[in-house]
């Protein structure tokens, strides 16, 4: 069968692998380009939220370039993610297309159906129990080491001598691990994407401003649709922390381990029933990134993402309380990438002007 799921970063490497050694032909989704846009947005109902309308732009392009099944998630709670695979199935079929969407639940919301599902797709690609479980072990250990080398070459873009070193070193690391077919190989390119990446010409006398960044899961996951925020806040000298990545929740070595506090330090700015998406993610990590000694906390909401607005209605508190600057980014079809970097440009003038005023505070008192 020819196979597509959803472009989400740099993981479409690790799941293209997945599913040609599973047995299927793999259609690679683009990167979401203007043209994604356009499409989702022509057949979306005008007041889904961009993850909806980019998704949906993306199924139509990989229909074009053949794909016969596409693989989706489900979603459980309050928030429209739990229906997107349903609205994207009715609105491919009336676009006159011929593909079936398959989605996966949350394997504890049933685990029958995630199973089924599983075993369909690996009975189709004809491949045994057994070597279902190295596939997947070894597509899984391609995302962590996706997972190392962008979070290292987030470390390292502030300090680099040469604007850009670092992304090109990000792509030739993420090429050693696209080309990698066995554990061994996969940990090669792991050490070697490193290697270069620390090889980088590097001013480690710079003190680059600490940023976090929180939000809705696909727009902090996908670089296309947050105008590549990370890499042009490193470029601004900026280190930055990202909140979520898609192995996150198996380990304990990002910048900033932020696993397990989030939901108990949200509790005393809410304490209501679950609103969805990351949104008590979102107040429960900006606590943690002041808590941490972070400058500044950039949040990124889709334009009429619920979760992400009942967020942000309270970190003007949070902020305020552990006085960490928050800006919020609303990303929709109009965002541009010059408005996006004329706000962040601002808003690191402000951090640096904070921590002028800090420092010189700090000198007086000693
Ligand atoms: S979290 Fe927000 S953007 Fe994501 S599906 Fe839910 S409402 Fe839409």
Known sequence: MKISFPHMG????AFKWLVENMGHECIVPPEPSSRTLDLGVRYAPE???IPFKILLGTYLE???MGAEVIISSGGMGPCRAGYYWVMHKYLLEE???DVKVVAFELPRSDIMDFWKKLRWLRKTGGISVKEFIRVFKTAWNKIMVIDDVEMRSHEIRPYEIHRGDTTRGLWTALDMIDKANTLQEIQEARVEGLRQLNQIEQDRS????????????????EPAANHYIQI???EMGVQTDRSIYLTSYARKNTIVNLEGDVFEVAKPYLNEAPIGGHGVN???ETILY????????????PFACIPEIVAKSIIPTVSKDYSIPVLTLFIDEQTGKAGVQTRLEAFVDLLESRREVRERHERLVI
Do not use: N, T, W
Request: aromatic residues 10%.
């Open 282 to 284: 979102s107040i429960g």
């Open 95 to 97: 676009a006159g297309k």
């Open 206 to 221: 710079r003190k680059p401003l600490k940023i976090g960044i929180i939000g809705e899961i696909y727009v902090v996951l």
């Open 62 to 64: 990989v229909v074009e």
């Open 10 to 13: 740099y993981s479409y490497i």
């Open 232 to 234: 042009m806040l490193g």
């Open 47 to 49: 007041f889904a939220c």
């Open 290 to 301: 002041a808590k941490h000694g972070f400058d500044g906390v950039v949040q990124l909401a």
